[in-house]
């Protein structure tokens, strides 16, 4: 709870990393007895107890759903044998829960998934990163859930995802949208896209992946080639490593490498999920960005 995030990914923390042998009964009861240091705290540890206790099956649901992607790389795993197990996962965790798969913060419920989907495509939109005349390539696309929040918002845009199941989801999902194509991808590279084909490219907690299977430099290679001038880059979640300095250092120097500028710097901007958010920027010609935020306060 330290970072200040709500209730329902305080619940998805404690589902990754308590032991299974703890019930959720008993952890509703050990969370009430926590002494809280204000009475907003008080109110947010009410409110995960209260979760725990009328959700208990989706409790067991998330320690399934997280148990099935492995956050770690053995030491003889190379990077594209990381990223095949990588795939092999998620298409285990979205046949446990379709919606806990791309998030657990929404507790494995689609109405919560939906509202945390809409937040972030309001985000998007206030950061002029969509457009009716836009291009925009979705790395990591899961099940689809930002080509349908935001159909209406762009000319086209392409969902690549690693997870043959996912991809078949989110097909069935879009099934109804013209503009939008999906495709199961290697992985690896961006090889399958030519040179500036995209006006903007999202990344949501997809980049975290890249970082483990050692391909986060490669696919910024990839990124700052596909993307046209002047060009965006929403990345929301860079790593799982718990350092937003070490993120904000990467992605500095990544950015530097391939003429990108950092405009948002790892706010933390959504109410229903603790993502930080990153946004870059490629210049056209005589193209001043904004400058730097890097405020953590919340909207």
Same mark, same amino acid.
């Given at each position: 709870? &330290?970072?200040?995030?709500? &209730?329902?990914?305080?619940?998805?923390?404690?589902?990754?990393?308590?032991?299974? =042998?703890?019930?959720?009964?008993? %952890?509703?009861?050990?969370?009430?007895?926590?002494?809280?240091?204000?009475?907003?705290?008080?109110?947010?540890? /009410?409110?995960?107890?209260?979760?725990?206790?009328?959700?208990?099956?989706? +409790?067991?649901?998330?320690?399934?759903?997280?148990?099935?992607?492995?956050?770690?790389?053995? *030491?003889?795993?190379?990077?594209?044998?990381?990223?095949?197990?990588?795939?092999?996962?998620?298409?285990?965790?979205?046949?446990? $829960? /379709?919606? &806990? $798969?791309? /998030? %657990?913060?929404?507790?494995?419920?689609?109405?919560?998934?939906?509202?945390?989907? =809409?937040?972030?495509?309001? !985000?998007?939109?206030?950061?002029?990163?969509?457009?009716?005349?836009?291009?925009?390539?979705?790395?990591?696309?899961?099940?689809?859930?930002?080509?349908?929040?935001?159909?209406?918002?762009?000319?086209?845009?392409?969902?690549?995802?690693?997870?043959?199941?996912?991809?078949?989801?989110?097909?069935?999902?879009?099934?109804?949208?013209?503009?939008?194509?999906?495709?199961?991808?290697?992985?690896?590279?961006?090889?399958?896209?030519?040179?500036?084909?995209?006006?903007?490219?999202?990344?949501?907690?997809?980049?975290?992946?890249?970082? %483990?299977?050692?391909?986060?430099?490669?696919? +910024?290679?990839?990124?700052?080639?596909?993307?046209?001038?002047?060009? !965006?880059?929403?990345?929301?979640?860079?790593?799982?490593?718990? $350092?937003?300095?070490?993120? @904000?250092? *990467?992605?500095?120097?990544?950015?530097?490498?391939? /003429?990108?500028?950092?405009?948002?710097?790892?706010?933390?901007?959504?109410?229903? !999920?603790?993502?930080?958010?990153?946004?870059?920027?490629?210049?056209?010609?005589?193209?001043?960005?904004?400058?730097?935020?890097?405020?953590?306060? @919340?909207?």
């Amino acid at each position: 709870m &330290a970072d200040g995030v709500c &209730a329902e990914a305080v619940v998805a923390r404690l589902a990754l990393h308590l032991r299974v =042998e703890i019930r959720v009964a008993e %952890l509703a009861e050990i969370v009430l007895e926590v002494v809280p240091s204000n009475s907003q705290e008080k109110e947010r540890l /009410q409110e995960v107890a209260g979760l725990l206790r009328r959700k208990p099956g989706a +409790f067991a649901t998330l320690r399934a759903t997280g148990a099935a992607v492995r956050h770690a790389r053995d *030491d003889d795993e190379t990077d594209a044998a990381v990223v095949r197990r990588l795939a092999l996962s998620f298409d285990a965790a979205a046949a446990i $829960s /379709q919606t &806990a $798969s791309v /998030q %657990l913060a929404s507790l494995g419920d689609e109405e919560r998934l939906s509202a945390t989907t =809409e937040e972030v495509a309001a !985000w998007l939109k206030e950061q002029d990163f969509t457009g009716t005349g836009r291009d925009i390539l979705d790395i990591g696309c899961g099940i689809g859930r930002f080509e349908r929040a935001l159909a209406k918002s762009f000319n086209r845009m392409v969902g690549i995802d690693i997870s043959s199941r996912m991809i078949s989801i989110a097909s069935d999902r879009c099934a109804a949208l013209g503009n939008v194509e999906l495709r199961q991808t290697c992985g690896l590279d961006l090889t399958e896209f030519d040179d500036s084909s995209f006006d903007c490219v999202l990344a949501v907690d997809s980049f975290p992946y890249l970082v %483990l299977a050692g391909m986060a430099e490669r696919h +910024f290679d990839e990124i700052a080639r596909i993307l046209k001038r002047p060009g !965006w880059l929403a990345l929301l979640n860079y790593s799982y490593r718990g $350092s937003l300095f070490l993120d @904000r250092t *990467d992605i500095g120097r990544l950015a530097e490498a391939h /003429q990108l500028r950092v405009v948002i710097n790892g706010e933390k901007p959504f109410r229903s !999920w603790d993502g930080d958010a990153f946004l870059l920027a490629r210049a056209a010609e005589h193209y001043r960005a904004p400058p730097v935020r890097t405020s953590n306060k @919340r909207r």
